[in-house]
């Protein structure tokens, strides 16, 4: 169903048992952050949190699409994947031959229909303009400071508002936007996006570039404005479709730029291609660690509209998961059905779990016909929109449940051969992939985890034994190399050939040396891989060492292949997901701190708890990675040994 208003919206919640509401006042600097995050890190994300309070005119809302059951609310859907299988039948539906009358009058019928959600544009004010405010002050509204390190307050569930200078086409994107005063801001968008491109157009001819940003309305603009779209296609045809109803749009005030009637707030303003940039952060972001000061373009405030009882919507980020992993997971479910049709037909499903941020891990399930499929698969997703930013893919067979990652791991396990099954390649990444020598980017690695045919087979290797033992002398070994601190080897008894390995750094540290000791031992001979960690990284808690290893990894600089010792024998690979340091590693950038809330944060929430009335007492979150921050920073200043 089509909501009017964030306010429908926030009733349906309320009716559904989805919301939490604060009537206390409640500081957007830190403090609604470090209720957020211990709220939405519950089991299936907790409730949706509308702060009622907040200093300003303004209620905040926030966590809204946190969960399986609000993202399908916000859509109008029970399920994600309905979203899916009703693109299906419409691309289908387009593909089929028109055989005869009646199929032609059928089509038209359905073309009817989707000229129903096209956006329009009204010749009136909307809703969101009934108060104009031509003298702008960002600081009236309850933008938050999310994290103890972060550069200021930022707008984080802004729809960016740029068009095409030469062509008019509209872009909606999801920029976060820095204040520094009243009517100054920073856009921060990377290069690779829309709104990146136009501006640089409206640079190369000399002109100034109108924004707007705005917030709230129907949900289905806020996610659309996150859904990775092809060039040049309206993210608000797709909340058309995705509501059954056009989205109508109206003029801005100062701006010659278009924004939904029905929005909550609408921020206006330019930027000048000729003004120097700004810097921008730190932003303690999606990926659990901060990302880094930048420069980014100034945006000049000129005019703020909203509704009379207008909300402010909001989200945070952090160490995972948090509400933009249900976000991507509509993302993963309604893009399947687009990449199967019109891409690979051998697809039968992607999975992307929320310890890999979106972008550092995919796992891809596909109907195998003929050798090197996998490796096939992989070079056409890298080659496809935002999945150039993809840094590792797993690649299975259609009979393995996905999204049941034990069953996974033990699938891939059984598969592999570290010796052909790796494949390295180079590319783009996500700017915010600090592991990278280079920003944004490095190198990428497809793993084939599907059966082999003939053809794949380079060697009489048996890839997997009937059953694993554990490390008989990891005692020894830990007290024998000095280097490593902790061995977790619980995984073999599952039948998972992976080890990990915490160790502790100094500058003679080596890991391709430390890697061949280790596989001295006989032990080890059956590991397939093993993953090196900093020694403040908890082994015991494998959703932990996933998230670390996979943000801290380069696959191809970070890899040390282990030769087999005999003919026959299994090769091994390991992968050194320790925090890279410019002395020991050769690493030239700087390496972020992870994202924790600060101590006086977390005691005046601890003291204040049970005054918000929102249930029982919940330990902050940030203190079970308290012990891996290294110093009071965004960046990681200091080594601790």
């Known amino acids: 169903m089509p909501y009017n208003s964030l306010q429908q919206f926030i009733s349906k919640l309320e009716k559904e048992n989805e919301l939490l509401k604060i009537k206390t006042y409640v500081n957007p600097e830190l403090e609604i952050t470090e209720i957020t995050d211990r709220i939405s890190k519950q089991k299936g994300g907790g409730k949706a949190l509308l702060f009622e309070n907040t200093g300003t005119n303004f209620p905040l809302l926030i966590n809204s699409l946190g969960s399986t059951k609000r993202i399908c609310l916000a859509l109008g859907v029970d399920n994600l994947d309905d979203i899916a299988n009703e693109i299906d039948n419409l691309l289908k539906r387009f593909s089929k031959p028109q055989i005869d009358i009646i199929d032609k009058l059928k089509l038209l019928s359905q073309l009817k229909e989707i000229s129903s959600w096209m956006p329009k544009l009204v010749n009136k004010k909307g809703v969101c303009q009934q108060v104009i405010n031509m003298n702008p002050d960002m600081f009236k509204l309850p933008i938050l400071k999310c994290w103890p390190h972060d550069g200021g307050r930022f707008i984080t569930l802004p729809m960016v508002h740029t068009k095409d200078p030469i062509t008019g086409s509209r872009n909606v994107g999801m920029y976060r936007v820095q204040i520094f005063e009243k009517d100054l801001c920073a856009m921060h968008w990377h290069r690779h996006k829309t709104g990146a491109a136009h501006f640089d157009k409206y640079k190369n001819m000399g002109r100034k570039m109108p924004i707007a940003v705005a917030l709230g309305g129907d949900p289905a603009y806020t996610y659309s404005a996150t859904a990775p779209m092809p060039e040049n296609f309206d993210e608000y045809l797709l909340a058309g479709f995705l509501r059954k109803k056009r989205v109508e749009l109206v003029k801005c005030i100062t701006q010659d730029i278009e924004v939904p009637a029905d929005a909550d707030i609408v921020i206006e303003g330019y930027i000048d291609p000729e003004e120097d940039f700004i810097l921008e952060g730190p932003f303690g972001d999606h990926t659990g660690f901060y990302s880094l000061a930048d420069y980014y373009p100034r945006l000049h405030i000129t005019c703020i509209t909203h509704r009379k009882n207008a909300v402010y919507p909001a989200t945070i980020v952090g160490i995972p998961s948090q509400e933009d992993a249900y976000i991507a997971k509509a993302t993963e479910r309604?893009?399947?059905?687009?990449?199967?049709?019109?891409?690979?037909?051998?697809?039968?499903?992607?999975?992307?779990?929320?310890?890999?941020?979106?972008?550092?891990?995919?796992?891809?399930?596909?109907?195998?016909?003929?050798?090197?499929?996998?490796?096939?698969?992989?070079?056409?997703?890298?080659?496809?929109?935002?999945?150039?930013?993809?840094?590792?893919?797993?690649?299975?067979?259609?009979?393995?449940?996905?999204?049941?990652?034990?069953?996974?791991?033990?699938?891939?396990?059984?598969?592999?051969?570290?010796?052909?099954?790796?494949?390295?390649?180079?590319?783009?990444?996500?700017?915010?992939?600090?592991?990278?020598?280079?920003?944004?980017?490095?190198?990428?690695?497809?793993?084939?985890?599907?059966?082999?045919?003939?053809?794949?087979?380079?060697?009489?290797?048996?890839?997997?034994?009937?059953?694993?033992?554990?490390?008989?002398?990891?005692?020894?070994?830990?007290?024998?190399?000095?280097?490593?601190?902790?061995?977790?080897?619980?995984?073999?008894?599952?039948?998972?050939?992976?080890?990990?390995?915490?160790?502790?750094?100094?500058?003679?540290?080596?890991?391709?040396?430390?890697?061949?000791?280790?596989?001295?031992?006989?032990?080890?001979?059956?590991?397939?891989?093993?993953?090196?960690?900093?020694?403040?990284?908890?082994?015991?808690?494998?959703?932990?060492?996933?998230?670390?290893?996979?943000?801290?990894?380069?696959?191809?600089?970070?890899?040390?292949?282990?030769?087999?010792?005999?003919?026959?024998?299994?090769?091994?690979?390991?992968?050194?997901?320790?925090?890279?340091?410019?002395?020991?590693?050769?690493?030239?950038?700087?390496?972020?701190?992870?994202?924790?809330?600060?101590?006086?944060?977390?005691?005046?929430?601890?003291?204040?708890?049970?005054?918000?009335?929102?249930?029982?007492?919940?330990?902050?979150?940030?203190?079970?990675?308290?012990?891996?921050?290294?110093?009071?920073?965004?960046?990681?200043?200091?080594?601790?040994?």
């Open 334 to 641: 309604i893009f399947l059905s687009p990449i199967k049709m019109t891409l690979l037909p051998e697809i039968v499903d992607i999975d992307l779990p929320k310890t890999g941020v979106a972008h550092n891990l995919t796992i891809v399930k596909i109907n195998k016909t003929f050798p090197g499929q996998a490796f096939k698969v992989a070079n056409s997703l890298w080659g496809a929109g935002q999945m150039m930013f993809n840094k590792i893919m797993i690649v299975v067979d259609k009979d393995v449940d996905i999204h049941n990652y034990e069953t996974l791991a033990k699938h891939v396990s059984k598969n592999i051969n570290p010796q052909t099954d790796f494949l390295f390649s180079r590319g783009p990444l996500d700017i915010l992939d600090h592991s990278a020598s280079k920003m944004s980017f490095g190198s990428k690695l497809c793993i084939d985890a599907t059966h082999k045919f003939d053809e794949e087979i380079i060697s009489n290797v048996k890839t997997q034994k009937g059953k694993f033992s554990l490390i008989k002398d990891k005692d020894k070994i830990e007290k024998d190399i000095k280097e490593i601190y902790k061995i977790n080897d619980d995984l073999l008894s599952q039948n998972i050939s992976i080890v990990f390995i915490s160790v502790k750094k100094d500058k003679n540290f080596d890991s391709k040396k430390l890697s061949k000791q280790i596989f001295e031992y006989e032990s080890f001979n059956d590991v397939k891989m093993i993953l090196f960690v900093d020694f403040l990284v908890d082994l015991q808690d494998i959703s932990t060492v996933a998230w670390v290893g996979l943000n801290n990894i380069d696959p191809k600089r970070d890899s040390i292949s282990i030769d087999a010792k005999k003919e026959g024998g299994l090769s091994h690979i390991v992968f050194n997901a320790t925090r890279k340091i410019k002395n020991t590693d050769n690493f030239e950038r700087d390496w972020p701190n992870i994202v924790v809330s600060s101590d006086e944060t977390i005691k005046k929430i601890d003291k204040i708890w049970d005054s918000i009335n929102i249930g029982e007492f919940i330990k902050s979150p940030s203190l079970k990675f308290k012990n891996m921050v290294i110093n009071d920073d965004a960046v990681v200043k200091s080594v601790r040994l």
